[in-house]
């Protein structure tokens, strides 16, 4: 491809490099696959230039006519509509108004994409050829179809056994198609979750068009039911500890399509010496089944989601400690025998910190925060760090202290995105807080009726 001319970037005057950017544009975000597809009526298109007025002409005539002759040199793929410029100033000159491409085979070509066009059609001529509602996600994925290539048309046979197949009762790992393997569901399993979503559906192709029109590459889920959601649970919407064990994007993809799935874990420690739980082991992890019917002789249980911390907590009588790890609490959602024990939950000091808080308590509403502070953030300066992406969730299970300081963390009051990471608290600071009472200060939920 010869090397294109600079004139009239400098004056804004459309150049052949900026009208290949448009279609480029249209290229990267599905607009000339689906054409491809399903014709939209578009074309012939028509895209205007901008162009040199008459003033510029007197002023920089050799410019202009330089952006001109390169337009008209590139004519092919385009056709040039042109107006008449100056005729009453310099005199009448025809200038470039419009490229003009016939199909959409012929811009793709100006983009130098014919090759994965045609790759693309057969591609989705595969797909409708296994079956007819595969059309409607080639025209939402259209990008995503080529990128896949062949392992698209193989997703889509596992999205037909799962069809005939609706609940298998086995593991992933014992299903026996060929050219598919555990590692391939692992990592195709959105994409074989939307496919077959495509079989119990039948959405009208007006809607596809629509969606794909949202946004440059339409990356939304097609359906709500995509493994990368949570699945609808039995308490508040948002909430992530009162949903199905089913909780990872793998379990719940296994749960939907009536796949065994490993069943959730939960790991914890007697801090008391005294507290026997398995023969001299301390130190277990049992399923969140098994973990809901213990009856341990203990008052106080300590909710920390940093493994270190877990590890290290000091000997305690009567207290249990539970390993959360993050936003991974919904193991403990059917422990009631917790709601007989004084909880307590170290996390970080940031936004992310006091959210995981605010789920915990939509199970256990009589939670305690521990370390969770304004004095325990001010004594740690030096240990600050910064927060990537904060929350800007509305938090309604908060005390007013924590969430003075979710709100203050949130604003930026003290810097930009700050955090406080739990393992980053000075061990002698935490220890004495541990083994000290915390305020008595609890949430207390909303009364029934209050604030209709």
């Known amino acids: 491809m010869p090397a294109e001319s600079p004139a009239g970037r400098a004056q804004g005057w459309t150049t052949l490099a900026m009208l290949r950017a448009q279609s480029q544009k249209a290229w990267d975000s599905g607009t000339l696959l689906r054409e491809l597809l399903d014709p939209s009526g578009a074309y012939p298109r028509r895209r205007p230039l901008k162009r040199p007025t008459a003033a510029t002409l007197r002023s920089d005539y050799a410019a ?3 952006w001109a002759a390169e337009l008209f040199a590139s004519v092919g793929h385009f056709s040039l509509e ?45 797909l409708l050829e296994l079956n007819p509602s595969f059309r409607h996600w080639a025209l939402k994925r259209p990008v995503q179809l080529l990128e896949l290539g062949a392992d698209a048309l193989t997703a889509a046979r596992v999205a037909l056994w799962l069809r005939d197949n609706p609940d298998p009762g086995v593991y992933v790992r014992q ?45 939304v889920p097609v359906h709500a039911d995509s493994d990368d959601l949570l699945p609808e649970g039995t308490t508040e919407p948002g909430s992530l500890l009162g949903q199905t064990t089913a909780r990872t994007p793998a379990s719940r993809f296994a749960a939907r399509h009536g796949f065994l799935h490993q069943p959730e874990l939960v790991r914890f420690r007697a801090l008391d ?4 739980l398995l023969g001299e082991a301390q130190d277990l992890t049992v399923t969140a089944e098994a973990f809901s019917t213990l009856n341990l002789p203990v008052k106080r249980v300590i909710v920390t989601e940093n493994l270190v911390n877990f590890l290290a907590l000091p000997e305690a009588p009567g ?40 789920q915990l308590r939509s199970v256990h509403p009589h939670v305690v925060s521990v370390l969770m502070d304004e004095e325990t953030l001010l004594a740690h300066r030096d240990a600050w760090g910064t927060e990537p992406t904060p929350s800007r969730a509305s938090l ?14 949130g604003g930026d009051r003290y810097g930009q995105s700050v955090r406080l990471e739990q393992e980053l608290i000075r061990w002698d ?18 009364e029934a009726g209050a604030g209709e």
């Open 429 to 446: 600071w935490a220890v004495e807080r541990l083994r000290g009472e915390p305020r008595p200060t609890m949430w207390a939920p909303p």
């Open 175 to 219: 299903l026996s198609l060929p050219g598919v393997h555990t590692k391939f569901i692992e990592k195709h399993r959105k994409v074989i979750g939307e496919l077959a979503a495509e079989l119990r559906t039948d959405p009208p192709l007006h809607s596809a068009i629509a969606d794909a029109a949202a946004g440059p590459r339409a990356d």
């Open 64 to 66: 202009a006519r330089a």
């Open 396 to 409: 309604t299970r908060l005390t007013a202290e924590e969430s003075a300081l979710y709100d203050a963390l």
């Open 273 to 276: 010496p005294g507290l026997k």
């Open 82 to 126: 042109t107006a008449e410029v100056g005729r009453s100033t310099i005199g009448a000159n025809l200038l470039p108004a419009a490229a003009v491409f016939d199909s959409a085979e012929d811009e793709i070509a100006f983009v130098g994409k014919a090759k994965d066009a045609a790759r693309f059609r057969r591609l989705a001529d595969g």
């Open 319 to 358: 207290t249990l400690a539970i390993y959360g790890g993050g936003y991974g609490f919904s193991s403990l959602r059917d422990a009631e025998w917790l709601r007989d024990c004084a909880v307590r939950y170290w996390g970080d000091v940031d936004t992310h910190g006091f959210r995981i808080l605010d």
